[in-house]
C-alpha cells in the first residue's frame, strides 16, 4: 500500500484546526483528488507543492494521487499545508524514508522554487498539547515564535531538501530549534524624545495610564499631542506573562509578529488614519479577521484629528470601551475577539487650531465653530474620562523641543513603576472585595463611593461647591474614578477632597470643545 500520514496545522475561521493529511496513490491516471477541502483551493496547493518537488528533482507519482484531510476546513490558509504535502506525497511515493518511523507534525509554505515561508499561528501552536508527542519540521522565519519547555524534536527549515533531510535523519542536528532572543541591536526601538512645557498633559496622561481612563488632548497644532501619545506606550508597565501571551498569540495568528512586543519592549499601539474603514478598525471580511482594535489589546490606540473621523466609524468603538471584547459575525460564523485597550484621542480646539491660545491667531468664526463642536459631540465624546489642553508652546520650550532631547531611561523606569504601584492598589482592593481585576477607569460596581473609599464630608462639600457644573451622571461617575486613581498614585486609602479637585480640573469638559 502506498500511503503516508502527517499531522499539520492551519488558521480556520480564527480557530487554530489540527488536522492529520493522510496520502495514498492509487492506480489509475495521474490525478489529484483532495477531500475535507474545497477542490480548487486543494489543487492550487498541489499546483505549487507539484512544481516544488519538480524543481527540487523528485517526480511527480505517476497515478492517482488521494489527499484526505480528517477535518473539514472551511476558509483555512491553505498554504500552510504546503510543507506537509510536499513531506506525504514523497513518503507515500517510497521516494523517500521515514527512517524513524516518526510522527511528524509539519508546516510551512512552499514557493515554487521549494523554499519554505513562513505561517501563521506557530506561537499559539507551540503550545498546544494536541501535538506534544510528535516530532515538529516548521519555518526558519517562525522559529521566534516557537516558545515551548522542551526544544528536543523540534527542527526548523528554510527549503524542501532540509525537510527531507530531517525526516531521513540525515545531519539533523544542524536544523534543532532552539529559543531565541533577537538581536537587540536589529529590533532597536524608535527614539522617543523628550515633550518640553507640557506638565499638564504629563500628569493627565500618568493618570490615564494609570486607572485606564480614556484621555482627550485638546490643543493647538505642534503641541506636542501626538509626541505625548507615542511616549504613553512606553510608560505602561510591562506586562505580565499571561497577558504578553494574549498579546504574542493574536500577533502569531495573524501574522503581525512583533519582536519589540514579544520581548515586552513596548505595549501593542495603533495610530490609525481618520480614513480607516470599519474592517481594518474592528475587523471582519469574508474570513472574520481581527482589526486595529484587537492589535491594541492590552495597549494603546490612538486617533488623532478625532474630529475628522467619520461618526459611524466612531460608534463601532463603543461595544469594545465597554465590554473589551469585539464580536464580528457573518452568515451563521461570529467570532469574540480580545479588544481591551486605552483610547487616546487629540483634536485641535477649532478648524484653525488656535482657538484656546490668548492671542489674535484664530481667525475663525462663530458658524464654523459651531460646525466644529457639532462634529466633536459625536458618539464616543462621553466616553472621556480626563482631558487635558495643551497650549502652544513658549519661545524658550520650543528651543528646547527643537534640540529633540531622547526621553532619560530613568524617566520611563519612574513612571511605570508610579503607575505599577497605582494599580498594585486597584487590584489589591479588588481583592479586598473579593471581584476580579478591574481598572478604575472600567469597574463597573454599585456604591462606588463606599468601594473607591471616598471621604464622605470631602465629596459633600465638595459636591456643595460643584453644583454649578451641572455634571451628567456619567462624567459625575468618571470625575470619581479619576479621583480615585489619583490617590491610588499617591498610595492613599482614601480619597480627599484635593483629589476630587484635581479630577475636577482634568474632566473633559465639553464647554470648551
Ligand atoms: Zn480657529
Redesign the pocket.
Known sequence: MKFAQIKTAMIDNSELIITDLEITILNGLPTFEISGLNNYKGQQCFSRVRAALKNNGFTIPCGRIVCHLTRDIKNGEIRSLDLALAVAILLADRQITNVNHSMWFIIGQLSLSGKVLPVNGVFALSRDERIINCRWIIPFKNQAELKCEDYSDKYVVDNLNQAIEIIENKNIDKFMAEHTRSDPLKIKPEPIYELVGQPLAERALLIALAGRHPLLLIGSPGSGKTTLANQAVHYMPQLDPDKLDQVRRIYSMYGVWNEQIDQGIIRPYQAPHHTVTQMALIGGGHDLVPGLITYAHNGILFLDELSEFKPNILELLRQPLSEKTIELSRKNISVKYPADFLLIAAT????????LENDQ????GAA??KR?KRRLSGPIMDRFQISAIMNDLTQTDLIKTAENNLLPQTKINKIQQLIAKAQEMQSERCNAHKISFEYNGQIMIQMFVDFFAINIQALNHFNQITQHHLLSPRSYLALLRVARTIADLEQREEVSEAHLHEALLLRANPDIY
Open positions: 485641535n480646539p477649532c478648524p484653525c487650531g488656535y482657538r491667531r484664530c481667525q475663525c464654523e465653530i466644529f
